[in-house]
């Protein structure tokens, strides 16, 4: 029978586990859905973990947490959550046969939960076996013998998935190269063979009274430099002009002017 | 005390005791300025990019990563039961483990030669 | 460099060190300590002492790296707080409590706050399954320096490292700023990336200790530390703890000059002390963990443990070494920061990627036919050695196969190397022109001048109304390449 402290721990982590589970169908931004289905994870994994399946609880903890989520993160922050889903059927018959799939799964879980709820002489037995192994030879020890004995056909074919899951991620996200990569030397180079900006693009204009990279420098003859700003912040329209700045200097210049004339 | 796993648990609360206890006094004990310019986002004083976290693209080089991430942790994930057993499993298990890992290997070969690995 | 040190390190010490292996695997995998007569409420004691430990340790190691790097750097450091500067730390932490605390407009506000939370909580999980010391007695009650084991102990430190790793990401996010989210990215993918190959050195213990448990691999390492027979697990783990701790060389996540503070950009006060702490208790936990995994945890150096048989290796006594043993990482972890420059990023995941990983990954194979052979999987004759020793002749015929394989990648490898340096290499040419290129160039050294005038098309004329020579016609080779001076700025 489950232990006291099974229990609290059941009826303390499940409804939290709930919540966080509609918390994914309802949360308005796709970055809290993500949090509370990693919630759910981790809360899956002490599920195992208190059902004595040490190795597999904390695996469920190290690789959904860790890998899984942590790609559906990156995925959500990079694409942007606001991109609106197509929805449009790019595969024929896509709803059919997912509907054929979530009914057989659902069928799958109702049968297994419902024999674990009506056969608990069954469930007895099979976790008496459990902590007897984890006494004996270990629950990971166990856990290899199982899978390089009865299931090492799947242990091999999974090895095949992990190659599936390389080429698709490939075709998905990688885009070739096609001219090589410039590296910084061959830039320095080019740069001193055209005899062009050889000592590099002038810097931003420093002033004390304004923040630089937005502001061009001034040459000589008091004209701005248009290739020491950013082309980015050309683009989004951020330079600061350098009118008040030159006037300041004019300024300055005929007070000397007439300091000197004096 | 036959509950290994629920000093962690102590060791939980604790960290998170510290760590929101700490956090809620200095809101309490610290002060407060409104300034408009101290609540923008910081970008060395240009005006913040629009991107940040809205619909903004970033290379999807990371999404890469991630994935190659996810398939070398299930390999180690396999690893781990074979190496700790490795003493009862005996030389098949051996021989299977080398077959996974070439097998993986074959993967980290083409993503290599795709040029998958090279950081721009 | 660095790399082909690793590589002469993998030939030279691994046949002598492969025969020194003769420690027996642990008899389980379960936890060798025994918590049996530990009730909850000493757990609990345990569990708050390790988390003092640690808050002090963080006071004393951020004032000792600010010390350390001082003398590094000729000037003294912080002295003025306390006894030697001992308080600077304290003062330092009360100052950001004193501050204000910004959530800036943009912020994710829940996400925002959490975030830190996670960062600083994950860091001290870990340090729960570390052996500090033997089994002593407090209270009455007979229990070991540790404040638990269980069968997955490090695994489960791995689980938690990369639960902890969410608090950077989401920091990053939730900024609602450009620096902090690509600074968090940065961050995770660099993580991510050195974590795996950390995993992998770890099975090469897993190899020799048959568990997973902290309590028992130090236990197996009572005879023989594993730094001797997995020496290269260790190279490959002190390397990763470095990058995963985000420390120089490999802090590129807060690459000042490109991404300011990275991932905590936009946090201040507390909120940012909590990464602040995140950060060197993860270094605590990762020098902790190396001590329980290669240096034999809190068992005594070799002929320390000898006198009187065994009287400081066990009890209290332990704590003592480990903390020794700890604080020798944490100061190669300092050392580093006062002498090498940040690496590139392309560099830093270069080396994860395509060195690290796959030779890791050989390493692991390698030490799995070692271990099969010394077990004898591979056949069960033996034979003398010298007249004295006794051993397998598989074990012998692996480990020469294992070391002519290294041998030979290193050699070709080197080869490769020469060749491609000697390609780089081009000698420059006997002779030159000095105004081939439109502007006067310098000989090197060696070099002769060609005179200006023995070259057709090249001649130096004086403009007429200008007083400086302008030079007209074009190199040897070019096709026309007219010299137009720039004037772009006009």
Same mark, same amino acid.
């Given at each position: ?74 995925? #959500? ?68 013998? #199982? ?71 001034? #040459? ?6 248009? #290739? ?35 | ?44 004083? !240009? ?16 999404? /890469?990563?991630?994935? /190659? ?7 180690? !994930? ?23 890992? /070439? ?18 | ?204 213990? +897993? ?67 909590? +990464? ?71 560099? +830093? ?5 395509? +060195? ?20 004898? =999987? ?7 050695? =010298? ?15 294992? @070391? ?18 000697? @390609? ?67």
């Amino acid at each position: 029978m489950t232990s006291t402290a099974e229990a609290v721990g059941f009826w303390l982590l499940a409804p939290l586990a709930v919540v966080a589970s509609l918390g994914l169908l309802f949360a308005r931004k796709a970055v809290h859905a993500a949090m509370s289905i990693a919630l759910v994870m981790i809360i899956i994994g002490i599920f195992y973990i208190m059902q004595k399946a040490d190795f597999l609880g904390v695996v469920q903890v190290f690789v959904y947490t860790g890998a899984v989520m942590m790609l559906f993160l990156f995925v #959500l922050m990079l694409v942007g959550v606001d991109s609106s889903d197509s929805i449009v059927e790019t595969i024929k018959g896509q709803r059919w046969a997912s509907l054929v799939l979530v009914v057989g799964l659902a069928g799958v879980l109702l049968s297994t939960i419902g024999s674990a709820v009506f056969d608990e002489q069954k469930v007895q037995a099979g976790l008496d076996k459990l902590v007897a192994t984890n006494t004996e030879t270990g629950n990971i020890t166990g856990m290899a013998e #199982l899978i390089f004995g009865p299931y090492v056909w799947i242990f091999e074919v999974t090895s095949a998935l992990l190659i599936t899951a390389a080429l698709g991620a490939m075709v998905l996200a990688h885009r070739e190269r096609l001219s090589p990569k410039v590296t910084q030397a061959q830039w320095a180079a080019r740069r001193i063979k055209d005899n062009k900006n050889v000592a590099g693009l002038p810097a931003p204009g420093v002033y004390a009274r304004h923040n630089a990279v937005d502001t061009p420098a001034l #040459l000589p003859d008091g004209s701005p430099s248009d #290739l020491s700003v950013s082309r980015v912040l050309v683009a989004r329209d951020q330079v600061a002009t350098t009118d008040g700045i030159r006037d300041v200097e004019r300024h300055l210049e005929r007070e000397i002017e007439e300091g000197s004339a004096r | 005390m036959n509950e290994p796993y629920v000093p962690v648990l102590f060791m939980l609360g604790l960290g998170f005791v510290f760590a929101a206890g700490s956090v809620g006094t200095s809101l309490v004990v610290g002060p407060k300025r409104y300034n408009r310019a101290k609540l923008e986002a910081y970008e060395c004083g !240009i005006q913040p990019s629009p991107q940040a976290s809205g619909g903004g693209r970033v290379p999807i080089k990371y999404y /890469l990563t991630a994935m /190659l991430f996810i398939i070398f942790d299930v390999e180690s !994930i396999f690893l781990y039961p074979f190496a700790v057993a490795f003493n009862q499993l005996g030389l098949f298990a051996l021989i299977e483990m080398v077959l996974f890992v /070439l097998t993986v290997f074959v993967a980290y070969a083409y993503v290599w030669r795709r040029g998958g690995l090279d950081w721009a | 460099m660095s790399l082909h040190l690793l590589v002469d390190q993998a030939m030279t010490a691994h046949p002598a060190a492969s025969a020194l292996v003769t420690a027996l695997p642990a008899a389980t995998e379960n936890p060798s300590a025994d918590f049996s007569d530990t009730p909850w409420w000493l757990a609990l004691l345990k569990a708050v002492a390790v988390f003092v430990y640690l808050l002090v340790s963080t006071l004393l190691v951020i004032w000792f790296e600010r010390r350390v790097i001082g003398r590094m750097q000729q000037r003294p450091g912080p002295n003025r707080n306390g006894p030697f500067g001992l308080l600077q730390t304290l003062a330092d932490g009360a100052k950001s409590m004193l501050k204000e605390d910004i959530t800036p407009d943009k912020a994710d506000k829940l996400i925002y706050t959490l975030a830190p939370l996670i960062t600083a909580t994950m860091a001290f999980v870990a340090f729960s399954i570390i052996p500090l010391g033997g089994t002593v007695s407090i209270f009455g009650h007979t229990t070991p320096l540790q404040v638990t084991d269980v069968p997955v102990s490090v695994l489960l430190v791995l689980a938690v490292a990369s639960v902890g790793i969410y608090g950077v990401v989401l920091a990053g996010w939730s900024s609602g700023s450009t620096y902090p989210l690509l600074g968090g990215l940065r961050a995770t993918a660099q993580m991510i990336s050195y974590e795996i190959a950390m995993g992998l050195s770890l099975v090469a213990i +897993f190899l020799y200790s048959g568990s997973m448990s902290t309590s028992q691999i130090v236990a197996a390492q009572s005879s023989l530390w594993y730094i001797a027979p997995a020496f290269f697990s260790f190279a490959v783990y002190v390397i990763t703890m470095v990058g995963e701790t985000n420390r120089l060389p490999f802090d590129l996540a807060e690459g000042e000059g490109e991404l300011t503070g990275g991932f905590h950009t936009e946090y201040s006060s507390m909120r940012f002390a909590m +990464f602040f702490l995140g950060e060197y208790v993860n270094m605590f936990t990762v020098s902790a963990l190396a001590t329980t995994m290669f240096l034999g945890g809190w068992k005594a150096p070799p002929f320390i443990a000898a006198i009187n048989d065994g009287m400081f290796n066990g009890g209290w006594w332990g704590l003592l070494w480990f903390t020794g043993k700890m604080w020798s990482f944490l100061f190669v972890f300092v050392w580093l920061r006062g002498s090498l420059p940040r690496t590139r990023y392309d560099q +830093f995941m270069r080396f994860g990627w395509k +060195f690290l990983i796959p030779i890791t990954l050989a390493w692991v194979v390698a030490v799995a036919f070692i271990r099969g052979a010394q077990l004898g =999987f591979l056949g069960d004759s033996r034979i003398q050695l =010298f007249g004295r020793f006794e051993i397998g002749v598989a074990t012998l015929t692996i480990v020469g196969v294992v @070391a002519v394989i290294a041998l030979a990648g290193a050699w070709i490898w080197d080869d490769k190397r020469a060749a491609r340096l000697e @390609a780089a290499d081009v000698a420059p040419p006997d002779e030159i022109d000095p105004f081939a290129g439109g502007y006067p160039v310098p000989p090197l050294p060696g070099q002769r001048l060609r005179e200006p005038g023995s070259q057709p098309g090249t001649l130096i004329e004086t403009a007429p109304g200008s007083k400086e020579p302008v030079l007209s016609g074009s190199s040897s080779t070019g096709g026309g390449t007219t010299v137009v001076k720039e004037e772009t700025h006009g």
